[in-house]
């Protein structure tokens, strides 16, 4: 604070110094990539990344290519929403991929046909209790009410008992991984109804994902909850001075981030069309690195969806351009961590450049 | 009593059988600025920490415009109309000015529980005539408050003291961290919220500035009031004297 106080009330107001908005950066490094995938193309491949150069395809652009950089990272990207509004919030969440595999499990085990080629579904859970061919939202409702519950634990133990977000969610990770497993004995759970297949297929993750990011994009602007979100994770001191309910502010924040990662639960295992409960392993942290690459900031108050979702798209650039380069998969792990700490080197040495000027 | 906004009568608070303060007697009047001086430790800041609420008191009376007051908490305090403006700030580096003076109790335009629509119009409309209100110059209302000067924090902390119907704000020293310029920045807000008779109590070590804003000066040394007196009865001499120690016992105020 005392930094900051220099002299002058600094009541001068310079309209070229007001600041750009942070998701205009990362927009900015999402079409750098692109053109540095599109130039290397050109000149090593002869192909283009982005435009469409088969002259049996209509178009101009390659719509399978932006189909699939999209579509790759909408169920990460799902949970990407809600880890974004915890790190604002001044928490971190690493239960997420692990929310992400119990529910997967359990959820499936309500959405499951009773017969499979005139026999008995195999991998039914509930086949002697009669819990097959349900509707759609019952699975659905299963799996929110999963979310709901692991995420009123983290938040509740990070409320209340004063442990660090690290430590309760990391708990919470291992614990749901456990409960994950132990649900089939380790077993994978398929066959789904054609109702729980649809949620999944085709570029309906791609609608869920965009549609839930435009919705908590509009909450986080527009309502109390955001507002506090922001006040809370820049000064938790201020925030409980002014009146705001610190304990029952984060316990929703990880509530809705719990109920996100088992939507995108729903979304995996229905595409996928079957539960494993190997799912979602590490997806915790490439939501977190979505977001960090989308200009959140871990030490709370700054970010925003906009930016988890362009840093989710340089993710889904990332991975296409690697393979549309026909490079290894290896490269693109090596990458990606690069990218990780790189974006969060370029964020604070941006803070401190417009601490500078102002 | 009509014209009393503030009245204490043998406030006391001991931490342990650490004596912070004892039978503190204190009255504010309407429109009158009353400056809080003394040594560290002497307990200017417990005092308005058991007025505000923010510590429970030992014994003593409170009584709070025209009412005796137990308020349980500092926001019970600052709904009553008590607004502090803490040592510390108690902004949101990260939100901007508006979204600052409304923090907590946010202006809504539709209730929907925590996810009620901000009227964030209102609020932008309101944070201007709080800061006209109290003469405060900020260039820019959606700056967020990180890339604000140490004088222009202050003075948004201010200008939220004054956004609300007030009815009694308490500064604990609110320009021991400011340069000359934010300084006088500040102390003109404070002149503002005297012509609009606004009451208010100033802690301040600063001997100049309690004789250019203050009507009235208290002086607290080792947790007791030893001096009530009119500015136009003292000096700075006479007040070290009390602060110090070398003048004892209870100077009243002459009428």
Not at chain 1, 168 to 184: D, F, H, N, P, Q
Request: glycine share 10%.
């Amino acid at each position: 604070m005392a930094q900051t106080s220099h002299g002058v009330g600094g009541l001068t107001y310079d309209a070229k110094k007001r600041a750009w908005p942070a998701e205009f950066n990362v927009f900015l490094a999402l079409v750098i990539l692109v053109v540095i995938f599109e130039a290397i193309g050109r000149i090593f491949l002869g192909d283009s990344f982005l435009f469409n150069t088969r002259s049996d395809v209509s178009g101009i652009f390659n719509e399978a290519r932006l189909q699939i950089i999209i579509l790759q990272v909408s169920i990460v990207g799902i949970i990407a929403i809600g880890v974004t509004q915890v790190i604002i919030c001044g928490g971190i969440d690493l239960s997420s991929g692990s929310i992400v595999g119990a529910t997967a499990m359990i959820a499936m085990s309500f959405a499951q046909v009773a017969t499979v080629n005139g026999n008995p579904n195999p991998k039914a859970m509930f086949l002697a209790q009669g819990w097959t061919d349900l509707p759609v939202i019952v699975p659905v409702l299963v799996a929110i009410g999963c979310g709901l519950l692991a995420g009123l634990v983290n938040g509740s133990l990070i409320a209340y008992t004063r442990i660090p977000p690290f430590i309760a969610t990391l708990g919470m990770m291992v614990t749901a991984r456990g409960i994950a497993k132990w649900w089939s004995k380790g077993q994978p759970i398929s066959f789904p109804t054609d109702g729980f297949a649809a949620i999944g297929k085709g570029l309906m993750p791609v609608i869920i994902f965009l549609s839930l990011a435009i919705l908590f994009q509009l909450i986080m602007t527009y309502t109390r909850y955001g507002k506090h979100c922001y006040a809370i994770g820049s000064n938790e001191d201020a925030a409980r001075m002014s009146g705001i309910k610190i304990a029952n502010h984060k316990i929703l924040v990880y509530v809705i981030a719990g109920i996100l990662a088992s939507l995108a639960a729903v979304v995996l295992s229905s595409k996928n069309l079957t539960a494993q409960s190997g799912m979602g392993v590490m997806y915790e942290l490439d939501a977190i690195a979505m977001a960090v690459i989308g200009g959140v900031s871990l030490s709370g108050g700054r970010g925003s969806i906009v930016g988890t979702v362009i840093g989710s798209l340089i993710f889904g650039v990332i991975i296409s351009g690697f393979t549309f380069l026909r490079l290894d998969a290896y490269y693109q792990e090596m990458v990606k961590g690069v990218i990780i700490v790189g974006a969060v080197v370029l964020d604070q040495w941006r803070q401190r450049l417009r601490a500078l000027r102002a | 009593m009509s014209d009393i906004v503030l009245k204490t009568e043998n406030l006391t608070k001991r931490y342990g059988g650490v004596h912070a303060l004892e039978g503190a007697n204190f009255e504010l009047r309407k429109g009158e600025h009353v400056a809080i001086m003394g040594d560290n430790g002497a307990g200017k800041s417990t005092f308005v920490r058991q007025i505000t609420a923010v510590e429970q008191r030992t014994s003593g009376k409170v009584w709070f415009d025209g009412k005796e007051v137990n308020f349980t908490g500092p926001i019970e305090a600052r709904t009553a109309g008590i607004e502090t403006v803490f040592q510390n700030l108690a902004l949101a580096d990260d939100l901007d000015v508006p979204s600052n003076l409304f923090l907590g109790r946010e202006k809504v335009l539709f209730n929907l529980g925590p996810f009620s629509i901000l009227d964030r119009k209102y609020m932008r409309k309101a944070t201007e005539a709080a800061l006209v209100r109290t003469a405060v110059k900020i260039p820019n209302l959606s700056n967020t408050i990180r890339h604000m000067s140490g004088g222009q924090r202050q003075c948004v902390a201010i200008a939220r003291t004054a956004t609300f119907a007030s009815k009694l704000i308490i500064m604990d020293e609110p320009t021991a961290a400011l340069g000359v310029q934010e300084t006088a920045q500040v102390e003109n807000i404070i002149r503002t919220l005297k012509d609009n008779g606004e009451p208010l109590i100033l802690i301040s070590h600063n001997m100049r500035q309690v004789f250019d804003l203050c009507d009235r000066i208290v002086v607290f040394r080792r947790g007791r009031i030893v001096a009530n007196l009119r500015k136009e009865n003292t000096d700075g001499q006479d007040i070290v004297s009390y602060i110090t120690g070398a003048k004892t016992g209870e100077a009243e105020l002459a009428a």
